[in-house]
């Protein structure tokens, strides 16, 4: 790792960081309480193309830190991805309607 960090780069990496943070937050807080399951389902597949970035990344690695961060990339992206879809079952599984349940057609 002999490259220099470009500090333009550097300062528009954090740029682009604060402003989807921002917009992020912005969307998220705007969204109604009742429709944050499909968006928590779209967020968890949008994250499963990260996770394909990151094996990219990793692929072409050169040195064992860089192999190292980009296999934590991929182990994090991926627990991240199948965690939320447990999630997202799970409340779902709060709304579907149970045999003998009030309003259930025989």
Same mark, same amino acid.
């Given at each position: 790792?002999? @490259?220099?960090?470009?500090?333009?780069?550097?300062?528009?990496? =954090?740029?682009?960081? $604060?402003?989807?943070?921002?917009?992020?937050?912005?969307?998220? /807080?705007? *969204?109604?309480?009742?429709?944050?399951?499909?968006?928590? /389902?779209?967020?968890?597949? *949008?994250?499963?193309?990260? $996770?394909?970035?990151?094996? &990219? &990344?990793?692929?072409?690695?050169?040195?064992?830190?860089? =192999?190292?961060?980009?296999? =934590?990339? &991929?182990?994090?992206?991926? $627990?991240? $991805? *199948?965690?939320?879809? *447990? &999630?997202?079952?799970?409340?779902?599984?709060?709304?579907?309607?149970?045999?003998? @349940?009030?309003?259930?057609?025989?």
């Amino acid at each position: 790792m002999t @490259e220099a960090l470009d500090p333009r780069a550097l300062v528009d990496a =954090l740029l682009i960081l $604060v402003l989807t943070a921002f917009v992020g937050y912005e969307v998220v /807080s705007k *969204v109604p309480t009742m429709l944050h399951t499909p968006l928590m /389902s779209g967020a968890n597949a *949008v994250h499963g193309v990260i $996770v394909v970035g990151a094996i &990219v &990344v990793t692929a072409t690695a050169d040195t064992p830190l860089q =192999l190292g961060l980009g296999l =934590l990339g &991929v182990i994090l992206g991926t $627990v991240n $991805v *199948v965690g939320g879809f *447990v &999630v997202t079952d799970r409340m779902l599984e709060m709304f579907r309607r149970r045999p003998g @349940e009030p309003g259930d057609k025989p």
